[in-house]
């Protein structure tokens, strides 16, 4: 099975001007892991930050935490080594955004990280089989990529539930406009890496709603291990 159920809050609709604190915050609150998200410009008609705010979160956090970057930048080739010495612990790329997948996914091996690959809404889920094999994570978007605080697509749920039962052992991340309101969905379909972004930033009991999502997440995947 995949590698339990984990909570990663999007700190992208946290106070910037505190990230350091604000992902202290939800360390505190319980986090499993945080979900950084990488915006250029180009990929998403956004902007973020980039590998040297990331190599500050490291120095002010400590080697523990888990940083999954969700980069959704157009050139994800050119950032894989600066992510890497910054101290992402996993790199998450959009299929959408390179030519070639297979060395992208060794470039980033070979740089010590783990590998996710991420699909925007419009992508099918069968363009990203072929790699299923060679990464860590899938990412199913839930929204299309670019900013945070948007409406949760429901309909990616066949994604997620495909996915899930091709690839069993795969972690398969969902990130969008998701909380309490549609966590059961995105657990039944089957995914286990949550990303949560406005739903617990916005939250006056963070910790409350980590647990729950994780709470919901572990009954269904108990649920789907006795079914099996
Ligand atoms: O990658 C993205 C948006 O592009 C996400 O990580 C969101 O930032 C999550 O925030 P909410 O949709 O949960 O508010
Ligand atoms: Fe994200």
Redesign the pocket.
């Known amino acids: 099975m995949a590698s339990g159920c984990k909570i990663g809050p999007?700190i992208?609709?946290s106070e910037l001007a505190c990230l350091a604190s604000e992902c202290v915050r939800m360390l505190d609150s319980g986090a499993d892991y945080l979900?950084l998200?990488v915006?250029d410009g180009h990929f998403?008609p956004?902007i973020t930050f980039g590998h040297p705010v990331v190599e500050s979160l490291r120095k002010q956090l400590g080697m523990d935490p888990f940083f999954d970057l969700?980069m959704?930048v157009a050139k994800p080739e050119q950032w894989v080594k600066p992510m890497a010495v910054a101290g992402a612990s996993q790199y998450t790329f959009h299929l959408e955004a390179t030519e070639n997948p297979g060395a992208l996914i060794k470039d980033i091996r070979e740089n010590g990280m783990k590998v996710g690959l991420g699909i925007k809404p419009g992508t099918t889920v069968e363009d990203l089989a072929p790699w299923a094999n060679q990464i860590d994570m899938a990412l199913v978007?839930?929204?299309?990529?670019?900013?945070?605080?948007?409406a949760?697509m429901e309909d990616m749920m066949s994604k997620v539930q495909w996915l899930r039962t091709q690839f069993p052992s795969l972690d398969i991340e969902v990130?969008?406009?998701?909380?309490p309101d549609n966590i059961h969905k995105c657990a039944e379909a089957g995914a286990n890496m949550i990303?949560?972004?406005?739903?617990?930033?916005r939250s006056e009991d963070p910790r409350s709603v980590i647990n729950l999502l994780r709470h919901v997440c572990v009954e269904a995947a108990q649920k789907r291990s006795l079914d099996r």
């Not at 990130?175 to 909380?179: E, I, M």
């Not at 990303?195 to 930033?201: E, K, L, Q, T, Y």
């Open positions: 999007s992208l609709n979900h998200d915006m998403v956004n969700h959704m978007m839930t929204v299309e990529p670019g900013f945070g605080g948007q949760f990130d969008g406009g998701v909380g990303v949560s972004g406005s739903a617990i930033m």
